[in-house]
């Protein structure tokens, strides 16, 4: 028991360390966290006064073994509004333990954000979905093996038994709706179901995920949600479709230069929609 509550004590210690380190190289304090998930990395070049840290470079972070994911932490402005984003995210199947993975998250709170967004690329279940479709999620079923709130829980990092009613911010939801609407943009609200990976699913799988009330599948971003949540700041995510997964006829198979093609024709729509949020909340 004690291994564990030094192991606890060492999670904080370590965000501390990291958010020591990123300090001293980012001009301010963000707002918003924004993890940009596979094929949306260029979003970033959209931002003023930019200023990046390759992952490598700060202490205790994880470093990135996904060759679609740059592995830089990019501080930027949009519409004034100072933005922290994680070019290149880690996943539990490159070996992290989900506490491990989910350490930027802590980072981003403890520089100051007090929301994060998310993006990824998923695989959808729900019948009516089409490649390239932009989906918002209000919900996730979490069939990880490994939980990152497990063991010993901190209080100075936030509560043992964090609530999961409301994980996606409601309010900041209807307003990305409203503003697709106006920007004659669908998107489709989801729940997200996390799997380990890095296998993709079986045709039953993808079936077992339907019947099981989700419209999307994927391998990332729930963990990040939970550690979020936990930290208390407010949680906003999105997906792309970049494969089509049920009903079993129409099933092909998947790789990754596909999801990356995929995700790069139809990422416009959701950097557009990005734009007219922070444009909003600037004005
Ligand atoms: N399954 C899991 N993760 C994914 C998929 C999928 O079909 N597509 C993109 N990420």
Do not use: W
């Amino acid at each position: 028991m004690l291994l564990l509550a030094e192991m606890e004590k060492d999670i904080f210690d370590k965000v501390q360390e990291s958010i020591g380190f990123i300090r001293s190289v980012i001009p301010s304090s963000p707002r918003f966290g924004l993890v940009l998930g596979t094929g949306l990395g260029s979003y970033a070049d959209t931002f003023e006064e930019k200023c990046s840290i390759s992952y490598g470079d700060i202490p205790n972070f994880p470093v990135s073994t996904v060759s679609s994911h740059s592995g830089r932490l990019i501080f930027g402005k949009k519409c004034g509004i100072p933005v922290i984003m994680m070019s290149g995210r880690f996943h539990y199947y490159e070996g992290y333990t989900a506490r491990e993975l989910t350490l930027p998250v802590r980072v981003i709170k403890g520089l100051g954000a007090d929301h994060l967004i998310l993006t990824n690329a998923a695989g959808s279940v729900n019948p009516h979905y089409r490649e390239g479709d932009l989906a918002i999620i209000s919900d996730h079923i979490n069939l990880m093996p490994d939980h990152p709130l497990r063991g010993l829980n901190d209080l100075r990092l936030g509560p043992r038994f964090p609530d999961m009613m409301k994980a996606y911010d409601r309010q900041s939801n209807l307003l990305f709706k409203e503003l697709a609407a106006k920007m004659n943009l669908s998107l489709r609200e989801s729940v997200y179901l996390a799997l380990q990976g890095p296998s993709l699913e079986t045709p039953a799988e993808y079936r077992m995920a339907h019947i099981l009330g989700a419209d999307l599948v994927g391998m990332s971003t729930v963990p990040e949600v939970i550690v979020a949540r936990h930290e208390g700041i407010k949680v906003t995510a999105f997906s792309i479709v970049s494969n089509v997964c049920f009903p079993g006829s129409i099933l092909t198979e998947t790789t990754l230069e596909e999801v990356i093609e995929v995700v790069g024709r139809s990422a416009s729509g959701l950097s557009l929609l990005l734009d007219k949020y922070f444009e909003t909340l600037a004005s």
